[in-house]
């Protein structure tokens, strides 16, 4: 009986540590899976700058051919 009581607490023990060891498993997972899913997203944010800067430059483009520039006094030539 002696033995049995001992041998409870660390099977109690191991228990609990394997399932933490499993939960920790599946925590670190989902942390790659996130880390991909992040720099996915990074790389679409980075083609829509990249747009918005093509897109800046033929506005001024744009504005230049319509002699819509701003002055160096403030407001616009007309």
Avoid: F, W
Avoid at 23 to 49: F, P
Wanted: glycine residues 8%.
């Amino acid at each position: 009986m002696g033995a049995t009581m001992v041998d409870e607490p660390d099977n109690l023990v191991l228990q609990l540590l394997r399932r933490m060891d499993q939960k920790l498993d599946r925590i670190s997972e989902d942390v790659g899976d996130l880390k991909v899913r992040m720099t996915s997203v990074e790389e679409g944010l980075a083609g829509v700058n990249r747009r918005l800067d093509r897109l800046e430059i033929r506005v001024d483009r744009i504005e230049r051919r319509l002699d819509l520039v701003d002055s160096p006094y403030g407001g616009v030539r007309e």
